[in-house]
């Protein structure tokens, strides 16, 4: 019965906020700009509200309750109070605050550096820790050490993107020909998502990607664990894998597969998502997903490899689920 | 020729000026009905299809409203048919090609196929009865410039009958629209070419309608202020639609002649087209904006049975309102990676629109507070006008804070901001179709029923 009182409870509110959770949310902020951000948000809203319900509260009073006749020198007054003197006071004071905010969200990161470039309709992500010979290449995932600011660069191929983590900071866009930069300081370890915020054609809405914030130690190991080549399994899913030519596109590091056109596999298993955020990384999904790829995100420049029998489809997506 | 004909004319003869007897001669009375009568045939709506040659403002302006209203209720059903695909996840009513075609087209043709018509149309109704004129200036120049409009907003609204329309936002970022492979987007080129063009024919029709066609003893700081805003909106028409003119034709030149403007790859750059865009985005808020604001300074004295108070309060606010606007286009660019002091710039810049904005509404407050107020139905439209315009211009200064934007640019957030200053745009507007008594109103007044229910679903609905 509690139980029962408590599941409704909750669906109830739920229901009524069920835009502000979420891994995607504004308000289910990790990171300090989003957390900063919203503070200011609180602030400017409860200001609005009350601003609000004065004017329309004050035009009400002088067309329904007090109607007129009164002196000249009070309604002048209401213009020159109104219209000058309170924006100037309230206008004042709030770009003060909001842009000394400003620099310390676009401060320089330090240590890691991370590139990320939008592709259509996926993300290139590169990890250039300091003082290392390459980048750390990866796909559709990031990953960022809790507690330090991580210095990002954008870029972008074909078209215009916009990358955004809304639970950590706010977004800024890939443009094509450009290096945008920003910056990241997650505080709470977890999962978050992002997505694409710039009108980038058919797919634009499927372009996402989960970003998973680590406590510093875990995010080393894992960076060493991403650095290292890939340990495929031999067998039948391997076989497969080069016949079709999956390898002209996709690069698995320590195979020679070696393309550079779609994201990169080699800790493919690992990752918490597929296909750029928005399938759950599940054999089944996987399946469908190689089947026909421009089924779930269209106009995706990965053919179709409908002709596989389901056997082999289902050996190719273990052999890759098992790349971790 | 002109002068060889004044030299045949009769030379003047007789007293000048006229003396009072000569004036109060009474002139017979065939004669003088003869005039009227030529007088009338000259101004007579033409019969039959030459009904479709007329030229008078009284039918240009009404088919300039009734066309927009028409593609109104088309970008309406596009909205309608986007909000069913939305209702459920993973639906399959509409593929995503169509999705963004429609998207595009909803809000190109709100836009330039609505809001700045209807304006247009509506000065053009207006404007000359206000000012006691018999026409504007140029009435084939209106016109023209309703023809044009119609084939482009056509030739643009119809591509979508062919699954042809254009497709990468009603922004038209490059190089999204400009690889774009099919027609989609030279179609917004040109048919929307058409519709600037209309604009700016109406621009100049009507600033020189506000400078020139005024009657004897009425001058600028005695007109009307509906006048005065036409005038402002007019000049920012001016200069507004240049710049994406010429992005226009930057944006054809490279898809039909491949000449790079917005290819980074050979040395263009994709950021160009958006402050060309821009420049004449932001202007077009308030070219949106103040037209309707300009209503409701004609209703309010009325209502309030008092003239205005503050008069040069409200010229020198829209003049102001008017010139801010150019200043402010790139906080439509805060996350383009702008350096920040450009971007504190154009955040205090738009604040500070905040003000002549805040001087035009208490303006209004203060001349209800002096005069006797009668809550004539306009008023409530007011109201809810009000409401609403209240909640989209507090939204906007909050968005004007660049590090607040990077987090809701692009998002749900901006949408009510824009819609509900487009809506409250759009219900001061409505207060002037069941307006009773602004002097020299062409229509007739509607009964106070018609107008009330809408007026008071308008504001809880959009808010």
Redesign the interface.
């Known amino acids: 019965m509690r139980r029962g009182q408590r599941a409704a409870v909750g669906l109830l509110i739920l229901s009524g906020a069920g835009g502000c959770h979420g891994p995607q949310s504004?308000f289910s902020a990790g990171g300090a700009?989003?957390i900063e951000?919203n503070r200011?948000?609180a602030v400017?809203?409860v200001g609005?509200v009350i601003?609000?319900i004065s004017?329309?509260g004050?035009?009400?009073h002088?067309?329904?309750r007090r109607?007129?006749?009164?002196?000249?020198k009070?309604?002048?007054a209401?213009?020159i109070?109104?219209?000058?003197l309170?924006?100037?006071v309230v206008?004042t004071a709030?770009?003060a605050w909001?842009?000394s905010?400003?620099?310390d969200?676009?401060a320089p990161g330090e240590g890691l550096r991370v590139r990320i470039t939008g592709e259509e309709w996926w993300w290139r992500v590169e990890y250039l820790p300091e003082g290392a010979a390459g980048p750390v290449i990866s796909a559709n995932e990031l990953r960022l050490p809790a507690g330090r600011r991580t210095e990002i660069e954008?870029q972008a191929g074909?078209?215009?993107h916009?990358f955004w983590v809304?639970g950590l900071?706010?977004?800024?866009?890939m443009?094509?020909?450009?290096t945008?930069?920003?910056s990241l300081e997650p505080v709470t370890p977890g999962t978050y998502r992002g997505q694409c915020?710039?009108?980038?054609?058919?797919?634009h809405a499927l372009m996402a990607l989960n970003a998973v914030v680590l406590e510093e130690g875990d995010f080393a190991r894992w960076l060493e664990a991403e650095a290292a080549p890939a340990r495929p399994e031999e067998g039948e899913g391997r076989a497969i894998f080069f016949r079709e030519g999956c390898g002209a596109c996709h690069t698995i590091r320590g195979t020679p597969a070696a393309g550079a056109v779609g994201p990169d596999l080699t800790h493919f298993g690992s990752r918490t998502s597929l296909a750029a955020g928005i399938l759950p990384m599940e054999r089944a999904a996987l399946v469908s997903w190689i089947a026909n790829a421009g089924a779930i995100k269209?106009?995706a420049q990965m053919p179709a490899f409908a002709h596989l029998s389901k056997t082999e489809l289902d050996r190719l997506a273990g052999w890759l689920e098992a790349l971790e | 020729m002109t002068r060889s004909h004044a030299s045949d004319a009769p030379l003047p003869e007789g007293a000048f000026p006229p003396t009072e007897a000569m004036l109060s001669e009474p002139v017979p009375s065939a004669l003088a009905e003869a005039q009227a009568d030529r007088l009338r045939a000259v101004w007579a709506t033409p019969k039959g299809w030459r009904y479709w040659s007329a030229v008078n403002n009284s039918e240009v302006g009404v088919w300039y409203a009734l066309t927009a209203l028409a593609f109104m209720l088309c970008a309406g059903v596009l909205a309608l048919l986007m909000r069913v695909q939305l209702a459920v996840p993973d639906n399959d009513f509409l593929s995503a090609d169509r999705f963004n075609q429609f998207f595009t087209m909803h809000g190109s043709a709100m836009m330039f196929l609505f809001a700045v018509p209807m304006f247009e149309a509506i000065s053009i109704i207006l404007l000359p009865a206000l000012l006691g004129a018999r026409d504007l200036p140029f009435p084939r120049l209106s016109a023209y410039g309703y023809w044009c409009f119609l084939i482009g907003g056509v030739f643009v609204m119809g591509s979508i009958l062919f699954d042809a329309a254009p497709k990468s936002g009603w922004f038209m970022y490059p190089p999204l629209a400009t690889q774009d492979e099919g027609l989609g987007s030279d179609i917004w080129l040109l048919g929307l070419s058409f519709i600037e063009v209309a604009s700016i024919a109406a621009a100049v029709e009507l600033i020189v309608g506000v400078l020139k066609c005024r009657p004897p003893g009425m001058r600028v700081n005695l007109m009307p202020l509906y006048a005065w805003y036409v005038l402002v909106v007019g000049g920012m028409i001016l200069f507004a639609f240049p710049p994406l003119i010429a992005g226009d034709l930057l944006f054809e030149m490279e898809r039909g002649f491949d000449w790079p403007f917005f290819d980074p790859e050979r040395g263009g750059d994709p950021l160009l087209w958006q402050h060309l865009f821009w420049i004449f985005g932001h202007p077009e808020v308030y070219i949106i904006f103040l037209p309707s604001i300009a209503l409701a300074a004609m209703i309010v004295p009325t209502a309030a049975r008092q003239p205005i108070v503050g008069y040069s309060w409200i010229v020198l606010s829209a003049v102001g309102t008017g010139f801010l606007s150019f200043g402010l286009w790139v906080h439509h660019m805060f996350t383009t990676g702008l350096p920040a002091l450009s971007l504190g710039f154009f955040s205090a810049a738009s604040e500070a629109v905040v003000i002549p904005t805040g001087i035009q509404l208490f303006a209004f407050v203060a001349t209800l507070m002096v005069g006797r107020v009668k809550m004539i139905l306009p008023m409530l439209w007011i109201a809810g006008g009000l409401a609403v315009f209240t909640a989209g211009g507090l939204t906007g200064v909050m968005v004007a804070i660049a590090p607040f934007d990077w987090q809701v640019h692009d998002t749900y957030f901006i949408v009510p901001t824009c819609i509900t200053r487009s809506l409250a745009a759009w219900s001061f507007r409505s207060s002037r179709g069941s307006i009773t008594s602004i002097p020299s109103s062409p229509r007739r007044p509607c009964p106070s029923g018609w107008g009330a229910g809408p007026s008071g679903c308008c504001s809880p609905a959009s808010t």
Not at chain 1, 197 to 203: L, M, P, T, Y
């Open positions: 504004v700009d989003a951000l200011l948000f400017m809203l609005a601003l609000w004017l329309n004050l035009f009400f002088v067309t329904r109607t007129g006749h009164m002196s000249r009070l309604a002048e209401v213009i109070g109104g219209g000058i309170l924006p100037v206008l709030l770009l909001g842009l905010i400003m620099p969200q676009r954008l074909r078209v215009i916009s809304p900071g706010g977004k800024t866009d443009i094509p020909g450009r945008t930069r920003m915020a710039e009108f980038c054609g058919a797919s269209p106009e």
